[in-house]
T-cell receptor
Framework: SQQGEEDPQALSIQEGENATMNCSYK?????LQWYRQNSGRGLVHLIL?????REKHSGRLRVTLDTSKKSSSLLITASRAADTASYFC???????????FGKGTRLSVIA | DTAVSQTPKYLVTQMGNDKSIKCEQN?????MYWYKQDSKKFLKIMFS???????INETVPNRFSPKSPDKAHLNLHINSLELGDSAVYFC????????????FGAGTRLSVL
């Protein structure tokens, strides 16, 4: 069953601009993760935010989590052409269950 | 050293054939997964094994049979391939089942003609 829904489905920006992607989910979670998938490759983990955290940073990535709204956002600052990829949020529901992935946002960064 | 490796990378076959995809992880993880990613990039979990035992078996046709000879390997055998089986299949592993970070293989692109 699908938990996370990313928004927008596709995003096209110029190099140097910031990119924001959103994820909404339905049930309570232990943590929420963001993954990147380059074309023709497997998913790569970017960042994990726990349910008791509100914001987390990793390099040019900033993730926020609002458990009251059941939503998260991923901000990529000063985007580069190499950031072109699909980005997936994955929620870890409470209980002994695996991650549930959303449908992803396709980000295109134009040089 | 590739953490999660799956073979083959590409698989082109005729309808009705039987094929296998192999996956190995060298991370010492207890849990392994098979996912199917369709043309719209939707990633759907198929199976999950924890220490060689089947934990999750989503609604997948019984033509798909996973096998885990040890906790470092999870292979996927598909009988009587159908056109709708065409997709990219990903193997992944994590330290444990609950909410852990997953490490993915590069994928196997299966084309059924």
């Amino acid at each position: 069953s699908q938990q996370g829904e990313e928004d927008p489905q596709a995003l096209s920006i110029q190099e140097g601009e910031n990119a924001t992607m959103n994820c909404s989910y339905k049930t309570s979670i232990n943590n929420l993760q963001w993954y990147r998938q380059n074309s023709g490759r497997g998913l790569v983990h970017l960042i994990l935010i726990r349910s008791n955290e509100r914001e987390k940073h990793s390099g040019r990535l900033r993730v926020t989590l609002d458990t009251s709204k059941k939503s998260s956002s991923l901000l990529i600052t000063a985007s580069r052409a190499a950031d072109t990829a699909s980005y997936f949020c994955a929620t870890a529901p409470s209980g002994n269950t695996p991650l549930v992935f959303g449908k992803g946002t396709r980000l295109s960064v134009i040089a | 050293d590739t953490a999660v490796s799956q073979t083959p990378k590409y698989l082109v076959t005729q309808m009705g054939n039987d094929k296998s995809i192999k996956c190995e992880q060298n991370l010492g993880h207890d849990t392994m997964y098979w996912y199917k990613q369709d043309s719209k990039k939707f990633l759907k979990i198929m199976f999950s094994y924890n220490n060689k035992e089947l934990i999750i078996n989503e609604t997948v046709p019984n033509r798909f049979s996973p096998k885990s000879p040890d906790k470092a390997h999870l292979n996927l055998h598909i009988n009587s391939l159908e056109l709708g089986d065409s997709a990219v299949y990903f193997c992944a592993s994590s330290q444990a089942l609950q909410g852990n970070i997953q490490y993915f293989g590069a994928g196997t692109r299966l084309s059924v003609l």
